[in-house]
């Protein structure tokens, strides 16, 4: 664990991930098992669900990356040799024994702060499905895409297919899903479904950290309820409603905030902000 830019921070452990802070601000989280193309299972399901809820209480971070180990796949999904196990145990659902935020604590989280998705490779079931709940994704120009989980009998349970619907439409999202076809990067970008393409397979991290630097520079109050404003238009079918919600939970503790009125003073004195953790 390379804690060089945060060396008192101690982040809940996680067996089969590697958490590093590679820059001031920002963590930065591997799921770390290549050789099974970095699927997730129930227990890696439930550390990474508790480390992001750390992440979220922790003032001195601002933003989180989320990469696979290697360069084949960034998360391919469940790990379904666990999940045919646990289907046959009828005094537990499976469904049941995994935390509400789903795929990597990612898929279905809320949270307050923002996490960024370096895509490296393939990105299949439950791995789209994060990538679909994350704020921002840079991906390699060989990653793929897909919901393949018809194809093997079940359905994409991690809150992936709503959001495929409403960021595509219902017949671009049929397409994908009720075919279990892949996407190609190229295509992904041209749907809006990533952000932006690396420059190379190698870049990918780093230009996702730099822009994780980007978003880490600014207020993380203004981040947080910037990001609580953005995600509640796209959870509610109403413009006006959304705005109503983020304006009425944050607008007071925003502009009573110590790093409101340092970012105004600044503005004023003409030099940089020195930001304080939100204690929003």
Request: a neutral charge.
């Amino acid at each position: 664990m390379a804690n060089a830019h945060h060396p008192d921070l101690r982040p809940p452990p996680c067996q089969e991930a590697v958490v590093s802070f590679p820059t001031e601000h920002v963590m930065l989280v591997m799921i770390a098992r290549e050789k099974k193309m970095n699927t997730t299972n129930r227990l890696l399901n439930w550390q990474l669900d508790t480390l992001f809820t750390w992440f979220d209480d922790e003032p001195s971070l601002r933003v989180a990356v989320i990469t696979g180990q290697g360069s084949k796949a960034f998360c391919a999904g469940s790990d379904l040799l666990e999940i045919e196990a646990a289907l046959k145990n009828t005094e537990q659902p499976w469904e049941h024994a995994q935390p509400s935020s789903a795929s990597a604590g990612l898929a279905r989280r809320k949270g307050k702060k923002p996490v960024l998705a370096a895509v490296n490779g393939l990105a299949l079931g439950g791995g789209f499905e994060i990538v679909l709940n994350c704020d921002i994704a840079i991906a390699s120009a060989k990653a793929e895409f897909g919901l393949p989980e018809p194809v093997v009998g079940v359905y994409a349970w991690s809150g992936g297919l709503p959001r495929l619907v409403r960021n595509l439409g219902m017949p671009l999202a049929s397409d994908i899903a009720l075919t279990g076809r892949r996407v190609s990067a190229r295509e992904a970008l041209d749907l809006h479904l990533i952000t932006a393409i690396a420059k190379s397979p190698d870049a990918v991290l780093d230009e996702t950290i730099d822009k994780a630097k980007q978003i880490a520079a600014i207020s993380p109050d203004g981040i947080i309820v910037t990001r609580a404003a953005l995600r509640e238009a796209w959870e509610t079918a109403s413009v006006e409603r959304a705005f109503q919600v983020t304006h009425e939970s944050y607008y007071k503790k925003l502009v009573e905030s110590e790093n409101s009125k340092e970012g105004l003073a600044a503005f004023r004195e003409k030099r940089k902000p020195a930001w304080s953790g939100s204690k929003l």
